[in-house]
């Protein structure tokens, strides 16, 4: 993977911990808890496809782990799909806060559906009927 190229540097120290959250993250969606940055940011530029598909997950798990849905957009603003999009791609900041703010409403909403049916299958609601 050494001829891939290399993640963009961070350029501050928000931004930096924007990226190790989303690496923390990530080490648990993909079950790679030794996977450092440069490696899961070229593994996944490789396939766009997983690479949202990684941002879904990453999000879902922010939001389960109480993260707030601005610190996960920020979060994922810092992932390889993204980074890679604007730093290589040229695609625009704008695009992808679009892009990140999306998903993350997305990643609510599933939140949101999983625990109501979480809710409405417990035995207290069933007493509550």
């Not at 899961?40 to 490789?46: D, H, V």
């Not at 879902?60 to 957009?73: E, F, I, R, T, V």
Request: proline share 5%; hydrophobic share 35%; aromatic share 6%.
């Amino acid at each position: 993977m050494s001829d891939l190229p290399k993640p963009p540097d961070t350029r501050t120290e928000a931004a930096k911990a924007a990226r190790e959250s989303y690496l923390e993250l990530a080490r648990r969606v993909i079950g790679e808890p030794t996977i450092d940055y440069t490696q899961l940011y070229q593994r996944f530029i490789q396939n766009e496809w997983s690479a949202i598909k990684l941002d879904d997950e990453v999000s879902l798990a922010a939001l389960k782990s109480g993260k707030s849905p601005k610190d996960d957009c920020i979060a994922l603003l810092q992932g390889p799909y993204v980074q890679h999009q604007v730093y290589v791609k040229d695609v625009l900041r704008a695009t992808m806060t679009r892009y990140a703010k999306a998903t993350v409403g997305e990643a609510q909403k599933q939140f949101r559906e999983r625990r109501q049916r979480r809710i409405q299958k417990s035995p207290e609601s069933e007493l509550e009927r």
